[in-house]
C-alpha cells in the first residue's frame, strides 16, 4: 500500500476507483434499464408479463441482431397517435405543470423575498423551516390536504362557519393545483432565496440615488438579477409536476387526466407494458428540453461561483 | 450612508407574506397532527383526546411489518447510496477529465428531475428481463440508484468549497492518497456525508412510486400500505402513523442541525489561532 501511495502520481491516487464504481452501478441500474424500456416500448403489443416479441438472440451474432431491428414494431406508438386519450392527457400534463409552476412563482417570490429581507439570524430559522417539511414525507403532505378538501372536511367546515356556502373542490382539477403548488412550493423558493440573498445590496442604493423609487428599483434591479433563480425554479418545479402520479390520483377526479397516471393505470390495471413503455418514452422524450436547459443552468451557476 | 433597501428589514408586506406563507406550508402538517389525536373516528368532529389510534396503529400488524421492511430498506439503500454517491461526488471533484465524464454527470444528475414513473417502469423491466425475484433486495437496489444522486450533490457542494490546501499539504509530507483522504478530507466533508445520508434515508422511507413498481408479494413498504389504505378515505389510524412519521423526520432533522452548529461552532475555535497570524 505504501509503495502505490509513492509511486502512484499524486493526481491520480485512488479516484480510479472512486470513478468505476458508481460509473459501473448507474449503467447496469440507471442506463441499461432505460434501453430495456426503448426495446419493449417497440415490441408486439401483449398482455401481462414478458417474454415480448421480438427477442433479441445473441447466438446468431450480427445477423441475431440484425433479425431484431427488422422485428421491431411501431405499433404501440401508432395506437397512441390513434387514441385520443394519450394526446389529451399529454396537453393536459403540461397545462398541469405549466399552471402549478406559475402560481408557485407568484407565491414563492414575496416569500422568498421577504426571507431575503430579514436579518443573518431570522434567515437561517426562515430557511429551516421552509426546508423541514421537504423532508417530511411527500405522501402524507398530499394526503393531508385530502381532510382539507373534502366536502365535509375543515375548508367547508370554516367556509360555513362564516356562512358561506360551501364548495365541492375535492377530486376536481382545483385540488390538483392546490396540491401540486403545496407540494412543489419548496423546489420553487429555494433557488429564488438563493439568488434574492446574493443581491447585492450596493445596486440598490446606487438605484435609489440615481433617483429611481423602490418600486422602479425592484423592477429594474431586483427582478433582473434574480431571473437566474426564477429560471430554476421554474424548472425545478415544472419538470417533475409533467410526471406527478401521486397528487392527480389522490386529489384529482376520474377525469384528471395527467400522464404519469396514464402510465400507472397502463401498467397497474391494463397490464399493458409495451404501451406504458411507448408513454413513459414519450413523456421522456417531452422533458428532455427542459432537463438540458436546467443542466445547463445549473452548470452555468457552479461557473458562477467559482 | 443611507441604508439599502434590501437590508432595511421587513416591511408589513414581507411580514405578511412570511405569515401567510408559512402558514401555508405547516396549516395542513398541524391539522393532520391534531386530528391523529382525536377520540371519534369521524375526521371531522372533535370527540376529545385520546390516543386511542395510536394504539391500534401499534396493533396493526400489517403496518407494523410494512414499517419494519421499510427501515430495513432505508438503511440498505441510505448507506449503499452514501458510498456510491461520496465515491461519485470525488470522481467529480477531484479527478480532472477522464474518458466519459459528460455521460457520467449526466448519469449522475439526470435520476434527479426524472420522473419517479419513468425510473420505477425502467428497474422493474431490469429485474423482470434478468429474472430477480421481486421483493426486499430489488426495492432496495432501486432505492440506492435513485438517491445515489442526491448524496453526490450534497457531498460535491461541500468538495467544492473545502480547501484543497489542506489535503495538498498532507500529501507532500509523505502522506499516501488514502490517508489523506481518511484523515482530513473525510472529517472535513463528513456533516454533508451524514446529510446525505439522512436525504437518501428519508427519502427512501418517503418512495411510493418506485417501490410500487419494483416491489413483490412480502414486500410492502409503509408508503405502499399508506397508499392503499389513503384511497379509502381519511382514517384516523393512518394519522397516527403519519404524525409518528413526521415527528421522527424533525427529530432527525433537529438533531443533526444541533449537531452541525456544534461542529461549526468547534471549527470556529479550532482556527482562531491561525487568524490572528
Known amino acids: 500500500m505504501k509503495a502505490l501511495g509513492k509511486a502512484g502520481s499524486k493526481r491520480i491516487g485512488w479516484p480510479p476507483l472512486a470513478v468505476a464504481a458508481p460509473f459501473l452501478w448507474l449503467a447496469v441500474f440507471f442506463a441499461f434499464p432505460f434501453l430495456l424500456v426503448l426495446k419493449l416500448s417497440f415490441s408486439h403489443p401483449a398482455l401481462a408479463m414478458p417474454p415480448y416479441a421480438p427477442k433479441m438472440d445473441w447466438s446468431h451474432g450480427l445477423q441475431g441482431i440484425g433479425d431484431f431491428l427488422k422485428a421491431l414494431s411501431g405499433v404501440n406508438y401508432r395506437r397512441l397517435t390513434q387514441d385520443d386519450l394519450y394526446f389529451a392527457s399529454y396537453l393536459s400534463s403540461l397545462r398541469f405543470a405549466a399552471i402549478g409552476t406559475a402560481i408557485s412563482l407568484l407565491i414563492g417570490y414575496p416569500i422568498a423575498y421577504a426571507m431575503a429581507r430579514c436579518g443573518p439570524q431570522a434567515r437561517r430559522l426562515l430557511l429551516m423551516a421552509v426546508i423541514l417539511p421537504f423532508w417530511t414525507s411527500f405522501l402524507i403532505r398530499v394526503y393531508a390536504w385530502i381532510g382539507i378538501l373534502k366536502p365535509e372536511g375543515l375548508l367547508n367546515a370554516g367556509l360555513h362557519a362564516l356562512g358561506l356556502p360551501g364548495i365541492d373542490i375535492l377530486n376536481t382539477d382545483g385540488a390538483v393545483y392546490v396540491g401540486l403548488v403545496y407540494a412543489y412550493l419548496p423546489f420553487m423558493m429555494l433557488p429564488l432565496y438563493a439568488a434574492l440573498e446574493r443581491l447585492d445590496p450596493t445596486l440598490l442604493e446606487a438605484a435609489a440615488d440615481l433617483g429611481a423609487s423602490p418600486t422602479k428599483a425592484f423592477w429594474s434591479v431586483t427582478v433582473p438579477l434574480s431571473l437566474p433563480g426564477v429560471a430554476a425554479g421554474c424548472l425545478l418545479c415544472f419538470i417533475p409536476m409533467v410526471g406527478e402520479f401521486v397528487i392527480p390520483d389522490l386529489l384529482g377526479g376520474p377525469d384528471t387526466l395527467m400522464i404519469g397516471k396514464t402510465i400507472w393505470t397502463e401498467f397497474f390495471s391494463d397490464r399493458d407494458w409495451p404501451s406504458a413503455s411507448a408513454v413513459a418514452i414519450i413523456l421522456l422524450v417531452t422533458l428532455v428540453v427542459p432537463i438540458l436547459l436546467y443542466q445547463r443552468q445549473q452548470a452555468r451557476a457552479l461557473e458562477a461561483q467559482r | ?277
Not at chain 2, 407574506?17 to 401555508?24: D, E, P, Y
Not at chain 2, 430489488?138 to 484543497?164: P, Q
Not at chain 2, 436525504?199 to 416491489?215: E, G, P, R
Open chain 2, 1 to 277: 450612508m443611507t441604508r439599502p433597501a434590501l437590508n432595511r428589514g421587513p416591511s408589513a408586506f414581507n411580514i405578511a407574506s412570511l405569515a401567510l406563507g408559512l402558514g401555508f406550508i405547516y396549516l395542513p402538517i398541524a391539522i393532520l397532527v391534531i386530528w391523529s389525536f382525536n377520540a371519534s373516528k369521524l375526521v371531522t368532529v372533535w370527540g376529545g383526546f385520546s390516543t386511542r389510534w395510536y394504539a391500534s396503529a401499534f396493533q396493526n400488524d400489517q403496518l407494523m411489518d410494512a414499517a419494519w421492511v421499510t427501515l430495513r430498506i432505508g438503511v440498505f439503500s441510505a448507506t449503499t447510496a452514501t458510498v456510491l454517491g461520496v465515491l461519485a461526488a470525488i470522481a467529480l471533484a477531484k479527478v480532472g477529465g477522464f474518458r466519459g465524464r459528460t455521460l457520467f454527470s449526466s448519469m449522475v444528475y439526470s435520476p434527479l428531475v426524472m420522473p419517479e414513473v419513468i425510473l420505477g417502469l425502467s428497474l422493474l423491466l431490469l429485474f423482470v428481463a434478468v429474472g430477480f425475484e421481486r421483493g426486499f433486495w430489488t426495492v432496495a437496489l432501486a432505492h440506492a440508484t435513485f438517491t445515489l444522486s442526491y448524496v453526490t450533490v450534497a457531498v460535491h457542494a461541500r468538495l467544492v468549497t473545502f480547501d484543497k490546501v489542506l489535503e495538498e499539504a498532507a500529501r507532500d509530507l509523505g502522506c499516501p492518497p488514502w490517508r489523506a483522504f481518511l484523515t482530513v478530507t473525510l472529517p472535513n466533508i463528513a456533516p454533508a456525508v451524514v446529510a446525505g445520508w439522512m436525504l437518501a434515508f428519508t427519502l427512501s422511507l418517503d418512495d411510493l412510486v418506485v417501490a410500487s413498481f419494483t416491489s413483490g408479494p412480502g414486500a410492502t413498504t409503509l408508503p405502499m400500505r399508506i397508499y392503499s389504505q389513503v384511497r379509502l378515505g381519511v382514517s384516523p389510524e393512518i394519522n397516527a402513523v403519519c404524525t409518528l412519521l413526521i415527528a421522527a423526520v424533525a427529530a432527525g432533522v433537529l438533531i443533526w442541525s444541533l449537531a452541525n452548529r456544534w461542529q461549526s461552532r468547534r471549527e470556529a475555535v479550532a482556527t482562531k489561532p491561525y487568524a490572528g497570524a
